[in-house]
């Protein structure tokens, strides 16, 4: 896809993330693909997802631009979202639209210094769009200047040293919005349509939002949690009980 399409039909608009882990009831690319066709049908403008599996479903489905990440655990590393060239390099080959990568002052388990991966990586793949995934001010910033494309405030509130963070962290987008002179993406901790009206009267250009709307044991358990109602499990040990 033209990177011109690309931006004009993201600009404005929410991007839905399709996501599940191994360990989730949703885990699987056929489940995904089909989550991604209805998220198009209520008016996503783009998709992000993880994995090549999950992408390459997904990309059969619906015709959106695609953010694609990699979630890929290195022992001794923080660092899960797209962390060296070979996920990179994977998501290239495959055709996504834009490639979301940690741009956190993590390590990564291939560079030390994470600014000496996003030079490398910009320089190799000077035609690929790349959004950085960042958690605050001064990393978004210092991904704008090594020539990200665009700037996402998704790890706000996940770094060791941003865990305090109020999410979805508006205060960062108006600042990024403000300063780094790049398209700003949202992403994180929005939850409601009041957020994401937020969101983009903080100056955001485009916005994820994942759990919300994607992630239905979650969901289940924040309404739970939320309302103090009793769980499945709890009543089907009370009538156990009462049989007995």
């Known amino acids: 896809m033209d990177k011109a399409v690309v931006y004009n039909r993201l600009a404005g608009g929410l991007i839905v993330s399709c996501q599940a ?30 994995s090549i599996s999950d992408i390459r479903e997904i990309k059969k489905t619906v015709d959106l631009p695609v953010i694609g990440i990699i979630k890929q655990k290195y022992e001794g590393y923080e660092t899960v979202i797209t962390p060296t060239r070979l996920e990179v390099e994977a998501l290239v080959l495959e055709g996504v639209e834009i ?41 978004g910033m210092a991904a704008a200047r090594l020539g990200m494309d665009f700037i996402g405030t998704t790890l706000s509130g996940y770094t060791d040293y941003t865990r305090n963070r109020r999410l979805p962290d508006v205060e960062l987008i108006e600042q990024l919005c403000r300063d780094c002179g790049k398209p700003v993406i949202a992403e994180g901790g929005i939850k409601t349509p009041h957020q994401l009206a937020c969101a983009f009267k903080a100056g955001a250009w485009a916005a994820v939002v994942g759990s919300a709307i994607t992630r239905p044991r979650e969901i289940t358990r924040e309404f739970i949690i939320g309302a103090g109602c009793r769980t499945q499990e709890f009543k089907e040990y009370k009538q156990k009980g009462e049989s007995e």
């Open 21 to 50: 882990l191994q360990d989730e009831p949703l885990y699987s690319s056929y489940i995904m693909s089909r989550m991604a066709y209805a998220a198009k049908e209520g008016g996503a403008v783009g998709i992000r997802a993880n």
């Open 99 to 139: 490639i979301a990568l940690d741009c956190t002052i993590r390590p990564h388990p291939s560079e030390k210094i994470s600014e000496d991966f996003l030079y490398k990586i910009r320089e190799e793949f000077p035609d690929q769009l790349l959004m950085a995934d960042c958690s605050n001010y001064a990393e």
